[in-house]
């Protein structure tokens, strides 16, 4: 039997669905029967209803090794194929809020936030890792000057992954967590 492999592709709005489910695990801290904070219909708004693919997104997809059962690779634009939820195992997209608007992350217009999940289950794979790499890759290449994302108090390991991968922590904020940022004008040559 072959290895699993995971490939990231930009994500799609025939992703939505599936960006809905892993806004769950963002809201829950990956728990996909925790409780939901009461004001999650207004971010599920803000973060997922009001995401366009233009402002970036990755979606990385679960793909059996080579040989017989391989997925063959697909287009952009294409609809995912009937069995694509099985298949894709975490997400990271990145939403443009203003100053009139803003959100938990926000640290200026010219910033996206950034959402990130994986399935329940895939954690400890690196999957968390190699979706923030193509997103900030992504984000790079859209011309953004670096992203931005809030961690709620005592969610203390996804903080700490976040510094470790080059985030900033801009301290708490007013809103029970800790405003973080990565700024692409930091990076080391040859980082990212």
């Keep these: 039997m072959a290895d699993t492999t995971y490939s990231a592709r930009p994500a799609e709005e025939a992703d939505r669905a599936f960006i809905r489910e892993m806004f769950v ?4 801290w990956g728990e996909p029967d925790g409780e939901l ?3 999650f219909d207004d971010d599920m708004d803000r973060y997922v209803e009001g995401w366009e693919p233009a402002e970036g997104g990755v979606v990385l997809v679960e793909v059996p090794g080579a040989g017989e059962g391989a997925r063959p690779e697909r287009r952009s634009g294409e609809a995912p ?9 975490g997400a990271a997209w990145l939403r443009r809020l203003t100053d009139d608007d803003p959100g938990y992350g926000y640290v200026a217009d010219e910033y996206p936030e ?6 329940a289950g895939r954690e400890g794979r690196g999957l968390g890792s190699r979706l923030l790499a193509e997103v900030l890759r992504q984000a790079r290449e859209l011309g953004y000057p670096g992203i931005s994302l809030s961690v709620e108090n005592g969610n203390d390991r996804a903080r700490r992954a976040y510094e470790k ?4 922590d801009l301290g708490p ?7 973080m940022l990565y700024r692409f004008d930091g990076e080391a040559e040859g980082d990212g």
Excluded at 25 to 28: A, N, R, S, Y
Excluded at 81 to 89: C, I, K, S, T, Y
Excluded at 173 to 179: A, K, P, V
């Design 25 to 28: 695990l963002t809201e829950t």
């Design 165 to 168: 991968a080059g985030f900033e």
């Design 37 to 39: 904070p009461e004001n």
């Design 173 to 179: 904020d007013d809103l029970g967590g800790h405003t």
């Design 81 to 89: 194929p009937g069995d694509a939820d099985a298949a894709r195992v």
């Design 114 to 119: 950034l959402a990130i999940a994986v399935r």
